[in-house]
């Protein structure tokens, strides 16, 4: 043994001046213990508000195109309109509630395009879910001229079309 190592202490030093990290670097925002973590995280959410109306961040499986059959039903039966970023079909529905789907074909680019831009979509409609009047059957489909847009510019062509076909109050 050196004579270095007998005469460190077993136990470790409290954060001052001579301990190896100083109190100054230690991260104070990861908390003490599990408990204060979880009630951090309801003070985080009783502040945010609940995720009811326009602050409800996914859409529900009830109001969502999932099938094969309901995408043809809406392309047979519904009418479409289209800009140059977006394709929007619109069939009304007996149903007091508005589903949704969100395309973009391989046309458009690989996958990580297409995913992009089928959020892109999905986040423009949530957006204005709230102003979208109920009993239809959405279908956007989008272009191949939208993979270089941003947001801003995929929101303003979907208020375009859902202004255009009738959806929107």
Aim: hydrophobic letters at 35%; proline letters at 4%; one cysteine or more.
């Amino acid at each position: 043994m050196s004579l270095d190592e007998e005469n460190i202490s077993a136990q470790g030093q409290e954060a001052g001046e001579n301990s190896r990290f100083l109190t100054q670097d230690e991260h104070t925002r990861r908390p003490g213990s599990p408990e204060e973590s979880a009630s951090q995280r309801k003070k985080e959410v009783e502040r945010i508000g609940p995720a009811t109306g326009p602050l409800d961040f996914c859409m529900d499986k009830a109001l969502r195109l999932r099938k094969n059959s309901e995408f043809k039903m809406v392309y047979r039966l519904g009418r479409s309109f289209a800009n140059s970023l977006i394709v929007m079909y619109v069939r009304p529905t007996p149903g007091a509630r508005t589903r949704a789907g969100f395309v973009a074909r391989r046309t458009i680019g690989r996958a990580y395009v297409r995913n992009r831009m089928r959020r892109l979509l999905r986040e423009s409609y949530r957006l204005n879910r709230p102003k979208i009047l109920l009993g239809f059957d959405l279908v956007f489909v989008a272009r191949k001229g939208a993979k270089s847009m941003r947001l801003r510019e995929v929101h303003a062509a979907l208020v375009d079309l859902l202004t255009r076909g009738g959806v929107f109050r």
